[in-house]
């Protein structure tokens, strides 16, 4: 730990902290926060591999969930954790090892480009985190153009542009939540592919991304930005419907909740809604350290069922949701639906594609983006078709296609690979 040309051991640190905890007086008196001390030590030393804390073997994660820190000087949010261990870790959840090199003479743009350049071209498997990183503002990227002399017109703009970063690169001093693709995620939409990717440099423009994958499907609704509380409000007589509500009316077309109308891969479209908007509950078997593949879909479904039952009124209720709710004992907060939903629909936007898929997107998510499964990377992502190229929009969840399906489609040939030129 270093405080201007002064330097401290971590490991000694620590041990010093631990010796004060029963010097109270002391600690009060002189304004010493050791719980502060442990808290970051314990961000500095390898975590227990069984626990979702696995997560910090990965610098990117480790960038991430620093993302709502305060930093002196942008640039920082990155040069501070190139001590920590995960650059160099050869652990398999990683990015590592990899070198970064301290440059303040680069601006914020070219340090958090020439970071994603690195990392990427040091392990191609950092993609799927890397991309999942990428949270832009809502409307901050531009709609797909309509004519030919639009779209050089914006190329030539964008490309050359000294502020904005590639649509691919994560700007750190942003974020919109948390990421869907943490590297303990259970996903694997990409079923047995491996990431297969390019950087293309060149003075003074801005790096592409070539990435091989396949196209799947396109954008046809999107609702507004969702709120973590949104999860929490019960419909009354007299009020608005839930959010819940809305969006089965809206974007799913559908009226009754019940589990009689299908999906677009056979199981009912209330199942595929709940478990689009939770993340398909992937957080509740994390923190738990329980083996997610080993959790029967029953058990969520009947969780779903049991927030529908408790939040709406039962006139709108099918009775085979009644009757699945009834198999939910008591709860506590940590294993209720709601939680899990709150948790993963934060900030982004529920969406539905021209052939029913259900998506839970970015908030900068609009009609006409498509939605993709890149090779190697555990979740979709959606793209932003502008030309001959594509701007990452950013991560999502697609029930159906969250287990390998694009890939065995692929393999079918009902589907083909590509190669997306993404700038």
């Known amino acids: 730990m270093m405080w201007g040309n002064a330097m401290i051991d971590w490991e000694l640190l620590a041990v010093?902290?631990?010796?004060?905890?029963?010097?109270?007086?002391?600690?009060?008196?002189?304004?010493?926060r050791t719980s502060d001390i442990s808290f970051l030590?314990?961000?500095f030393i390898e975590p227990d591999e069984s626990t979702h804390h696995a997560n910090r073997f990965n610098l990117v994660y480790e960038l991430q969930r620093s993302r709502h820190l305060q930093f002196t000087d942008p640039k920082d949010r990155v040069f501070a954790f190139l001590g920590h261990f995960s650059v160099l870790s050869h652990h398999s959840l990683g990015c590592g090892p990899v070198t970064l090199n301290v440059d303040y003479t680069k601006n914020?743009?070219?340090?958090?480009?020439?970071?994603?350049?690195?990392?990427?071209?040091?392990?191609?498997?950092?993609?799927?985190?890397?991309?999942?990183?990428?949270?832009?503002?809502r409307r901050s990227l531009p709609s797909a153009c309509t004519t030919e002399a639009e779209e050089e017109l914006f190329w030539d703009s964008w490309l050359r542009e000294e502020i904005t970063l590639p649509s691919w690169v994560p700007d750190w001093t942003w974020s919109e939540g948390i990421i869907l693709a943490e590297p303990i995620c259970p996903h694997y939409a990409h079923g047995s592919s491996i990431a297969q990717l390019e950087v293309l440099t060149q003075a003074d423009v801005k790096p592409e991304l070539r990435i091989g994958g396949v196209e799947?499907?396109?954008?046809?609704?999107?609702?507004?930005?969702?709120?973590?509380?949104?999860?929490?409000?019960?419909?009354?007589?007299?009020?608005?419907p839930a959010i819940v509500e809305?969006?089965?009316?809206?974007?799913?077309?559908?009226q009754c909740f019940n589990l009689i109308q299908a999906y677009v891969n056979g199981q009912s479209a209330f199942f595929a809604l709940m478990q689009t908007l939770s993340n398909g509950c992937v957080q509740a078997a994390g923190h738990d350290?329980?083996?997610?593949?080993?959790?029967?879909?029953?058990?969520?479904?009947?969780?779903?069922?049991r927030y529908i039952v408790e939040t709406l009124r039962k006139c709108e209720i099918g009775e085979d949701v009644v009757e699945a709710a009834k198999a939910v004992g008591a709860e506590q907060d940590r294993e209720k639906?709601?939680?899990?939903?709150?948790?993963?629909?934060?900030?982004?936007?529920?969406?539905?594609?021209?052939k029913g898929y259900y998506v839970l997107g970015p908030s900068a998510l609009e009609p006409g983006d498509v939605?993709?499964?890149?090779?190697?990377?555990?979740?979709?992502?959606?793209?932003?078709?502008?030309?001959?190229?594509?701007?990452?929009?950013?991560?999502?969840?697609?029930?159906?296609?969250?287990?390998?399906?694009?890939?065995?489609?692929?393999?079918r040939g009902t589907l083909d690979s590509r190669v997306f030129r993404i700038a």
């Open 16 to 32: 010093v902290c631990e010796r004060l905890k029963s010097y109270h007086e002391l600690r009060s008196s002189s304004g010493i």
């Open 41 to 43: 030590y314990r961000r």
């Open 108 to 137: 914020v743009k070219q340090t958090y480009t020439n970071v994603a350049v690195q990392l990427l071209q040091a392990n191609s498997s950092t993609a799927c985190i890397l991309l999942a990183a990428v949270q832009h503002p």
């Open 216 to 240: 799947i499907d396109t954008i046809v609704g999107c609702s507004q930005p969702l709120l973590g509380n949104d999860f929490y409000r019960k419909k009354t007589p007299d009020g608005p």
């Open 246 to 254: 809305r969006l089965w009316h809206e974007l799913c077309g559908e």
């Open 289 to 305: 350290c329980t083996l997610y593949h080993e959790i029967p879909e029953t058990l969520w479904l009947q969780k779903a069922a």
């Open 337 to 354: 639906w709601s939680r899990w939903a709150s948790s993963a629909s934060d900030g982004r936007v529920f969406a539905r594609t021209d």
């Open 371 to 411: 939605v993709c499964v890149l090779f190697g990377s555990k979740v979709p992502f959606c793209l932003r078709p502008m030309g001959s190229r594509h701007l990452l929009v950013g991560e999502c969840y697609v029930h159906g296609l969250m287990k390998g399906e694009a890939k065995d489609m692929l393999d």
